[in-house]
Structures are given as structure tokens and as C-alpha cells.
């Protein structure tokens, strides 16, 4: 157990529809990572939250948007969906922000946009 | 061209094989590489970190990185029915400018048959 926690598990929704996907970092960690995960792509970095603040961007669409709150627990929030979006959602934490910092996964969130 | 290229494979070997798992890159800045292990449905589980060249062991497991060839392995000796999984190389950058997001490769889908 990385001690990150995704839910839910998995997701079934229709194209145009929202979901909101919830991680919790580990214990102490500061920094959550979300990340893509599809057949074609592989893994894919999206958004990085640092003690609140957004820290970097990377291959996320406009219809996507995360948040990390108060109590470091992170949101992704995934609109207008499409059926390319099915993939799987991984969160990651570590302590910092800066690369080194070795990020602990969660188990994900199975996406499935029918 | 990706930043980071990995044989998606799959590689298949008898029980007890050496197994040479290989990564290449292009960014001469990355200064981190990891090696993840992800089981069918689950979230990648951190192996091997090593910063900058060299070889580090754990156990069964070496992780090799030769930057001036920028070129990553992972060596499993003695491999078991158990080590049958997805393989995934991951780098990262240096310094406090950064993010710390991890770039992936493709993932080398290993079996191992008893």
C-alpha cells in the first residue's frame, strides 16, 4: 500500500457528462501529481499541485481542471467528456516539488466514457 | 521523436532467465531515473531510483544509467513467475525551478513462465 488513496475505483459515464476524480497523498506529502494513463499515450503527466498552489501543467486539456485543498487532499475535475478521455487516472505525492522527490502512486481511477 | 523511448515488448522468458530491461532518452538534462513496476490494474509501484550515472543493486534488481550514452537498464537475475508485470522507465530533471514531473516510457510488458 503506497498510502495514497483514489477514488473511486472506477467510472462509468456518457460522452458530455462531468466527473470528479478525489486523491488523498500520503501522510506529510505536500505535492500531488495527476497523471493519464492510455494504451497509446502511456503515462502522461497532467497537472502538478504544490501546499495548494499550482505548480506546472502538462498535456491536460481545457475541459480539465484539478485543485488541491486546505487539507492537501486533490480533485481532478473532467468536463464535456469525450470518448477518447476513458483511460486511467493515476495520482502521485511526494514531499516536495522538485524533481528528485520520488512520487508514491495510487491505485487510479478507471474512467470508461461511453 | 518521445523524450523517453522504451520497448513496449512483450518479453517472454523461462523462470530463472536473466531479464535486460532498456530505456533511451534525449534530454541531456534529465538527473533522476526510476524504474516502476506496474501489475495488471493496479498503480505503478516504485523499483529502482538512481540519481545521475552508475549502477545501483537491490536484491535481484540492477539499475544501470549510462548518461553519455543516455541509456537506462534494469537487470532482474533469477526471474520469477511473480516478477510477470508491466515494466516502466521514468526520468526527471534537477533543480528547485523544476517541477519534478516524471516523464515515462512506453512500459515493457514482461512474462515470466514457470
Known amino acids: 500500500d503506497s498510502g495514497v488513496t483514489q477514488t473511486p475505483k472506477h467510472l462509468i459515464t456518457a460522452t458530455g457528462q462531468r466527473v470528479t476524480l478525489r486523491c488523498s497523498p500520503r501522510?506529510?506529502?505536500?505535492?500531488v501529481y495527476w497523471y493519464q494513463q492510455s494504451l497509446d499515450q502511456g503515462l502522461q503527466f497532467l497537472i502538478q499541485?504544490?501546499?495548494?498552489?499550482?505548480?506546472a501543467k502538462g498535456n491536460i486539456l481545457e475541459r480539465f481542471s484539478a485543485q488541491q485543498f486546505p487539507d492537501l487532499h486533490s480533485e481532478l475535475n473532467l468536463s464535456s467528456l469525450e470518448l477518447g478521455d476513458s483511460a486511467l487516472y493515476f495520482c502521485?505525492?511526494?514531499?516536495?516539488?522538485?524533481?528528485?522527490?520520488?512520487?508514491?502512486f495510487g491505485a487510479g481511477t478507471r474512467l470508461s466514457v461511453l | 521523436q518521445k523524450e523517453v523511448e522504451q520497448d513496449p515488448g512483450p518479453l517472454s522468458v523461462p523462470e530463472g532467465a536473466i531479464v535486460s530491461l532498456n530505456c533511451t532518452y534525449s534530454n541531456s538534462a534529465f538527473q533522476y531515473f526510476m524504474w516502476y513496476r506496474q501489475y495488471s490494474r493496479k498503480g505503478p509501484e516504485l523499483l529502482m531510483y538512481t540519481y545521475s550515472s552508475g549502477n545501483k543493486e537491490d536484491g535481484r534488481f540492477t539499475a544501470q544509467v549510462d548518461k553519455s550514452s543516455k541509456y537506462i537498464s534494469l537487470f532482474i537475475r533469477d526471474s520469477q513467475p511473480s516478477d510477470s508485470a508491466t515494466y516502466l522507465c521514468?526520468?526527471?530533471?534537477?533543480?528547485?525551478?523544476?517541477?519534478?514531473?516524471?516523464?515515462f516510457g512506453q512500459g515493457t510488458t514482461l512474462q515470466v513462465k514457470p
Open positions: 521514468a526520468m526527471s530533471v534537477m533543480g528547485s525551478s523544476n517541477t519534478g514531473k516524471l516523464i
Open positions: 502521485a505525492s511526494s514531499y516536495s516539488y522538485t524533481g528528485g522527490n520520488i512520487q508514491y
Open positions: 501522510s506529510g506529502d505536500l505535492s
Open positions: 499541485y504544490y501546499n495548494g498552489e499550482e505548480r
